[in-house]
């Protein structure tokens, strides 16, 4: 037994099984479609050389009698074979549900016949049916860690600074800079020239950061602080040229940031020729326009979730490869240039972007499908083909077991977890 229904361009639907106004007398073309193999002849050996083969377009000939009143039957017909117009056919059976997108190309009718008879001729560009059922698998970083009985060991921190720095201790300028491994900064020497120390996500280069539109205060600086002096900065870099957008000289300093104003780096500035000795820096920045006693770093207690690098294993049932829709979602301040990986086959998908809490990137690998969307939490949509890193490849899923595994970067406490659903549908040959 097997159910086919046919759905035109406008989703108007018309079950040609089990209707007394059909009979169904036969369905060519569920069977897989037939192959196009290129070959090489060569002049002095037998056979030939492989190039390449595919998949012709899937022709499906559907041949029904009309039963009375054949005239009002006939007509509805109509509705849902438009020559040259899109339609969908419905087609299930005891092992699978699937479906198909065509093209009317004919219908011919017997309408002298003793018994009508309809035959009308799909031409189905892409040859596979689609499983109806769409598999979705989530890759997320974030595993739940969360039993009871239970104890919370770290506070709440106000402080915005990611931690620990880039550079940890360092020497530069003739000053020393000795990470306390709390937050703050003890300084010794007579700088030389304008030493400075920026304070970001410990990574391979200095990574300045985002912040959510608002209002904060940055402060920690000694008393004594000044232009001349020492201070704290908060800035950040236009044209390869350092722009300073607030300075704490010891009494703190308020500022209003949005994300228009492009990414922030944060730095301890010791001018030319001043001398410290044991001066300690206690680098704070958070929200409001109030200076807030100093937050020093705290070690997590026990953890509500952690972080896997196990990454997910999708299976595709397909019959061939097939493409899949990746949705990636941002769910922190910020995840910078995100990068998917298919071990199977040793290929990435990445993106030279920086994405914010709510925003959305759609990787679309099917074929003749390829695209890239990302889509802002204030709705902006971006078309983002030009982000793509290179090297990349268009995921695809192979018949069988597929592992993915994905990196990013996040930036300390004010850091997001990103979150990837693969979307796809199981292709068959035939039916």
Same mark, same amino acid.
């Given at each position: 037994?097997?159910?086919?229904?046919?759905?035109?361009?406008?989703?108007?639907?018309?079950?040609?099984?089990?209707?007394?106004?059909?009979?169904?007398?036969?369905?060519?073309?569920?069977?897989?479609?037939?192959?196009?193999?290129?070959?090489?002849?060569?002049?002095?050996?037998?056979?030939?050389?492989?190039?390449?083969?595919?998949?012709?377009?899937?022709?499906?000939?559907?041949?029904?009698?009309?039963?009375?009143?054949?005239?009002?039957?006939?007509?509805?017909?109509?509705?849902?074979?438009?020559?040259?117009?899109?339609?969908?056919?419905?087609?299930?059976?005891?092992?699978?549900?699937?479906?198909?997108?065509?093209?009317?190309?004919?219908?011919?009718?017997?309408?002298?016949?003793?018994?009508?008879?309809?035959?009308?001729?799909?031409?189905?560009?892409?040859?596979?049916?689609?499983?109806?059922?769409?598999?979705?698998?989530?890759?997320?970083?974030?595993?739940?860690?969360?039993?009871?009985?239970?104890?919370?060991?770290?506070? *709440?921190?106000? /402080?915005?600074?990611?931690?620990?720095?880039? @550079?940890?201790?360092? $020497?530069?300028? %003739? &000053?020393? =800079?000795?990470?306390?491994?709390?937050?703050?900064?003890?300084?010794?020497?007579?700088?030389?020239?304008?030493?400075?120390?920026?304070?970001?996500?410990?990574?391979?280069?200095?990574?300045?950061?985002?912040?959510?539109?608002?209002?904060?205060?940055?402060?920690?600086?000694?008393?004594?602080?000044?232009?001349?002096?020492?201070?704290?900065?908060?800035?950040?870099?236009?044209?390869?040229?350092?722009?300073?957008?607030?300075?704490?000289?010891?009494?703190?300093?308020?500022?209003?940031?949005?994300?228009?104003?492009?990414?922030?780096?944060?730095?301890?500035?010791?001018?030319?020729?001043?001398?410290?000795?044991?001066?300690?820096?206690? *680098?704070?920045? /958070?929200?409001?326009?109030?200076?807030?006693? @100093?937050?020093?770093? $705290?070690?997590? %207690? &026990?953890? =509500?979730?952690?972080?896997?690098?196990?990454?997910?294993?999708?299976?595709?049932?397909?019959?061939?490869?097939?493409?899949?829709?990746?949705?990636?979602?941002?769910?922190?301040?910020?995840?910078?240039?995100?990068?998917?990986?298919?071990?199977?086959?040793?290929?990435?998908?990445?993106?030279?972007?920086?994405?914010?809490?709510?925003?959305?990137?759609?990787?679309?690998?099917?074929?003749?499908?390829?695209?890239?969307?990302?889509?802002?939490?204030?709705?902006?949509?971006?078309?983002?083909?030009?982000?793509?890193?290179?090297?990349?490849?268009?995921?695809?899923?192979?018949?069988?077991?597929?592992?993915?595994?994905?990196?990013?970067?996040?930036?300390? /406490?004010?850091?997001?977890?990103?979150?990837?659903?693969?979307?796809?549908?199981?292709?068959?040959?035939?039916?």
């Amino acid at each position: 037994m097997y159910t086919l229904i046919v759905e035109n361009a406008y989703n108007e639907q018309l079950e040609l099984t089990h209707n007394d106004a059909y009979v169904i007398t036969s369905i060519d073309g569920l069977d897989p479609p037939d192959a196009t193999i290129n070959t090489t002849k060569n002049a002095n050996s037998d056979g030939s050389v492989f190039n390449s083969s595919y998949l012709n377009d899937r022709q499906i000939i559907i041949t029904m009698a009309i039963n009375s009143p054949a005239e009002v039957n006939r007509i509805a017909l109509y509705q849902y074979f438009k020559t040259k117009m899109p339609l969908t056919l419905h087609y299930q059976n005891a092992s699978r549900n699937v479906y198909i997108n065509g093209y009317v190309q004919q219908m011919n009718i017997g309408f002298f016949d003793k018994k009508q008879i309809a035959q009308i001729i799909i031409v189905c560009p892409n040859p596979y049916f689609m499983d109806m059922a769409t598999q979705s698998d989530v890759l997320s970083d974030v595993i739940d860690a969360f039993e009871f009985p239970f104890e919370i060991n770290a506070r *709440p921190s106000n /402080n915005l600074l990611p931690y620990p720095y880039d @550079y940890g201790s360092r $020497v530069y300028r %003739g &000053i020393t =800079f000795t990470d306390n491994g709390d937050g703050t900064i003890t300084t010794n020497g007579t700088a030389t020239a304008y030493a400075d120390y920026p304070m970001q996500l410990r990574t391979d280069t200095q990574t300045p950061f985002y912040l959510p539109n608002g209002t904060y205060t940055i402060s920690g600086c000694p008393a004594g602080g000044g232009s001349s002096t020492y201070r704290i900065l908060v800035g950040k870099t236009v044209n390869g040229a350092w722009q300073t957008i607030a300075a704490d000289s010891g009494e703190g300093a308020t500022f209003e940031y949005d994300t228009s104003m492009g990414a922030l780096g944060v730095v301890i500035a010791i001018y030319q020729g001043m001398t410290v000795d044991n001066l300690t820096f206690k *680098p704070m920045l /958070n929200v409001g326009d109030t200076v807030l006693p @100093y937050d020093e770093y $705290v070690a997590p %207690g &026990i953890e =509500f979730s952690t972080i896997s690098d196990e990454g997910v294993t999708i299976v595709n049932g397909s019959d061939n490869t097939t493409g899949c829709i990746i949705t990636l979602n941002c769910t922190g301040f910020q995840v910078t240039n995100p990068l998917i990986y298919h071990v199977e086959t040793n290929t990435f998908f990445s993106l030279n972007y920086t994405l914010h809490e709510g925003d959305q990137v759609i990787i679309n690998t099917k074929p003749k499908e390829k695209n890239v969307t990302i889509i802002k939490a204030n709705g902006t949509v971006v078309n983002g083909i030009g982000y793509i890193a290179d090297g990349s490849t268009w995921l695809q899923l192979v018949p069988g077991t597929n592992q993915f595994t994905y990196q990013y970067q996040g930036l300390g /406490n004010v850091s997001g977890w990103l979150t990837a659903t693969f979307e796809f549908n199981n292709q068959y040959e035939g039916v």
